[in-house]
């Protein structure tokens, strides 16, 4: 079996319920509408992400998904020592944020990227391994 997608909006961020609760080594599958690269609202980083950044213009921002959308694996790391550089890609001009305060981190990666299993943490914080089908 495979995770059941969390379909997420172009608004929501790391940040959002539908996704607050996953703890920190966990990931979850996430699909994106289209057309989010426009939309308003900020990322910061490049390849790991502060988790108040728009999850799916990330996404993009990266080069995991297009301006189709899409469905991805994404990874909650600490934000304790990372570095959110500023970056142009994708036709999206990310932020930077140096400060020390980022607890939670953000990292999309294609769904092929997992070891064979998705780590999925959101039965009240459970983890258990699902095999990709």
């Known amino acids: 079996h495979t ?33 989010c690269a426009n ?37 909650f790391l600490s934000g304790d020592g990372q570095l959110f550089w500023s970056q142009n890609h994708s036709g999206i001009l990310s932020r930077s944020d140096g400060s020390s305060g980022v607890l939670r981190a953000i990292r999309p990666t294609f769904l092929s990227e997992s070891s064979g299993c998705l780590n999925n943490c959101s039965n009240h914080g459970q983890c258990e391994l699902r095999k990709l089908e």
């Open 3 to 35: 995770s059941v997608p969390v379909w997420v909006s172009c608004q929501d961020t790391g940040q959002s319920k539908k996704v607050v609760s996953i703890p920190i080594g966990c990931d979850a599958v996430i699909t994106c509408p289209i057309d």
């Open 39 to 75: 939309e308003t609202g900020d990322i910061w980083g490049f390849e790991v992400y502060t988790d108040a950044s728009r999850i799916c213009k990330a996404a993009i921002h990266s080069g995991i998904i297009d301006h189709n959308g899409g469905t991805f694996r994404l990874e």
